[in-house]
């Protein structure tokens, strides 16, 4: 009954910026904690941040001070805006409705399919 729908990636050269969107249905966004994750080729999907309903946010280490997650509770629509962009960014980034248990953020709901973000030269 939730759908998520990433959108914004592409290709973008190392020091760029990209706007990552991911539109919710199916669920009282404003009461949601929302997060970003990403997974590289070979690797397993990994936390990059949350926004609660009250606005406060939290980071991975690797992402702490060149991206931002925001949201507009309007239009159902969380956000990840992604700067000074680096290769090791390089994923497939996805959205999801997470809780914090016990002291992790845990996703909730079924993965969309995402959105490709590469960074090279």
């Known amino acids: 009954q939730v759908q998520l729908v990433e959108s914004g990636g592409g290709l973008v050269q190392p020091g760029g910026s990209l706007r990552l969107s991911c539109a919710v249905s199916?669920?009282?966004?404003?009461?949601?904690?929302m997060g970003w994750y990403r997974q590289a080729p070979g690797k397993q999907r990994e936390w990059v941040a949350t926004?609660?309903?009250?606005?406060?946010?939290n980071y991975a280490e690797a992402v702490k001070g060149r991206f931002t997650i925001f949201r507009d509770n309007a239009k159902n629509t969380v956000y990840l805006q992604m700067n000074t962009l680096k290769p090791e960014d390089t994923a497939v980034y996805y959205c999801?409705?997470?809780?914090?248990?016990?002291?992790?953020?845990?996703?909730?709901?079924?993965w969309g399919q995402g959105t490709q973000v590469t960074v090279s030269p």
């Open positions: 999801n409705k997470v809780l914090l248990v016990r002291g992790t953020w845990t996703s909730m709901y079924t």
């Open positions: 199916g669920s009282i966004f404003r009461i949601n904690a």
């Open positions: 926004i609660a309903s009250a606005d406060s946010t």
